[in-house]
């Protein structure tokens, strides 16, 4: 399936994504050195004497240069080594995997959620449209996505964490421990990142199932054939639905990273948003920039996928349209 | 008589759009038969897509259908959805204006040909799969093995037009809709759409309703010719009656305007000069007295009843042009 037009595609978008992540590297290097106080500060505390402070900085390497700092930290990078981290001393790197792995199974768990959901809502919706599930569904779709992810946490966290006690508030259960507890652990959050995006899904997909079934001359085609109205529904108009939703899913990819770094805060989760925001705190500059071209990285390539999966999915662009 | 397919009696529709009424079909009535090629011709908005529509139950929500249509004795109207699903496709089947928008872009042409005939038939995917190849044979597309796995943006579009005969032709129906099936083609693919349609009409005996607002396209292929403006049928004769003796100044404005169409037509322009008329307030005389010029005091007030005048020729007009004689 993959013929040389998207593989060429790749190669191109690769190419152009390296200058992105060093312009992101270059902007956030840039732009921690601006904000007050570093990490040396930051480890010894306010009572520091000015000259433990110095020492500190003189070992972590604050003192060099900006540009000697970037040079060396980007020395380093190209070969996969992100730096030590200025508090824990150990190399970023490790930390970052299960790190992600937790963010990414929170995310997976989202996307899984809001599809599965959003996708049969949307059809019954569609099948008849302007009754009452579809009413219904408008409603909680509009309203929803008005609501702040934090806000629709929070009551989440009041209703079945504190209220009903059906899952625990806070924390993390790994998933070597328990698949259970770690499913109860991960549930809170997974929802609260869900919900906003089942409201989109619904809403992008209902609306082009119904626009489909009332204007597209294909549709008509196929209801003229004599089939039944659930299969020109889904062999026809979510097919090509289908093609759409894919690379909005896949361009909301990148922007499930900001819900992450505020929901992991909310629900303790030891994911790379929380990693992100504890670094920022203590000035350890060297895991905040992994996190952020770890993030960029995640970016760039879920653009890529999304529009990779539709060329690689949708006929009419496969075979090039002329 | 015995070898009616489809008889049209009082047909009505209206749609009903918050507080507005548009009367679009007002009491069609027609008789075809078997194997019958009939045209039906008239300006934008005449009705001929909502009426032909109507006979398939394939009218939005909106729409209140009314008045009688059998085929072979059965009453399409008022049949309900279930029903009337294993009637299309199998008994009537329809081929649309704009083959570039009437495939589904996203499947290949050998699964929406097969889609039709499994729709009817209990069929092995092999047997469909045969069954596809030989319609695409039929409709005369080259190299059918290749085309069964292409896309429709992969086709030219009078070979799409064909790959919707082939899907249309799949049930084996009795009635075949064209609507504006050729419009959108260039000329010479327009005449061999044309050609291909007549030649499966006596191979297959299937009966054509073709819809135009093309007049000539329909005195060179039809056998019958209905003229219809504001929802009803104005006159109607065999094609070498109606040239031979055209009675409505209505009909004959449509004939005057055929050099003035160009081809690409469709537009929705009026074809002869004023307005068509106002289909949520129908007047209570001749609907087109307003831009007919042979129109009397008459005409304005009473509806001119459509009535057989001569022998297979109706036509509804208070004052009808005599043999060759100038509107
Ligand atoms: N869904 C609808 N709601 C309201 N009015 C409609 C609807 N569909 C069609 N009409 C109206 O019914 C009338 C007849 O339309 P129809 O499509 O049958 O015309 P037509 O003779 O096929 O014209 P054309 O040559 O443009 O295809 C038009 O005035 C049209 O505006
Ligand atoms: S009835 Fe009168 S207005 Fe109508 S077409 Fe005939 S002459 Fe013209
Ligand atoms: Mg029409």
Known sequence: ?322 | MSDTLLQVEDLRVRFDQRGRRVYAVNGLSYRLRAGQMLAIVGESGSGKTVSSRALMGLLPPSATVTGSARIDGVELVGMPEPEMRRHRGADIAMIFQDPTRSLNPTMRIGAQITEAIRAHARVEKDAARARAMELLSLVRISDPQRRFYEYPHQLSGGMRQRVMIAIALASDPKLLIADEATTALDVTTQAQIMDLLGELRSRLGTAIILISHDLGLAASYADDVIVMYAGRAVEYAPTRTLFAKMRMPYTRALLDAIPRLERQSHARLPITPGQPPDLTALPPGCAFEPRCARATPQCRTSRPPFAQHEVGHWWACWNPCKDGEPV
Request: charged share 10%; aromatic share 8%.
């Open chain 1, 1 to 322: 399936m993959l013929g040389s037009p998207s593989l060429r595609l790749v190669g191109k978008r690769l190419l152009m994504a390296v200058p992105i992540v060093l312009g992101v590297s270059i902007l956030t290097f840039w732009v921690l050195n601006l904000i007050p106080g570093n990490a040396a500060q930051q480890l010894l505390g306010p009572e520091a004497s000015p000259d433990q402070i110095q020492q500190l900085e003189e070992e972590m390497g604050l003192n060099r240069p900006q540009v000697v700092r970037y040079l060396d930290w980007l020395g380093g990078a190209v070969h996969g080594d992100l730096g030590t981290s200025l508090v824990s001393r150990q190399p970023v790197t490790d930390e970052l995997g299960p790190r992600l792995a937790v963010s990414g199974e929170v995310v997976g768990l989202a996307f899984l959620i809001s599809l599965g959901l959003a996708i049969p809502v949307s059809l019954l919706a569609a099948r008849w449209p302007n009754r009452m599930l579809d009413r219904i569904s408008m409603v909680v779709s509009t309203t929803g996505l008005s609501v702040a992810n934090y806000v629709f946490a929070l009551l989440l966290v009041l209703l079945f964490a504190v209220q009903l006690a059906w899952f625990p508030a806070i924390g993390y259960t790994p998933l070597s421990e328990s698949v259970t507890g770690n499913l109860r652990s991960l549930a809170l959050p997974a929802i609260a990142i869900a919900f906003p995006l089942f409201c989109f899904y619904t809403r992008f997909l209902r609306s082009d199932l119904v626009d489909q079934m009332q204007g597209e001359d294909y549709i008509m085609t196929a209801r003229a054939k004599g089939i039944g109205p659930w299969q020109v529904l889904l062999r026809h108009a979510f097919r090509n639905s289908a093609f759409g939703l894919i690379t909005i899913v896949g361009l909301n990819l990148s922007t499930l990273i900001g819900a992450t770094v505020i929901i992991e805060q909310i629900f303790a989760l030891p994911g790379i948003g929380q990693m992100l925001l504890q670094a920022i705190n203590t000035r350890d500059f060297i895991v905040v920039q992994a996190c952020v071209i770890v993030f960029a990285i995640i970016t760039v390539l879920a653009n890529l996928l999304a529009d990779l999966l539709y060329a690689v999915l949708d006929p009419r662009i496969r075979y090039g349209s002329n």
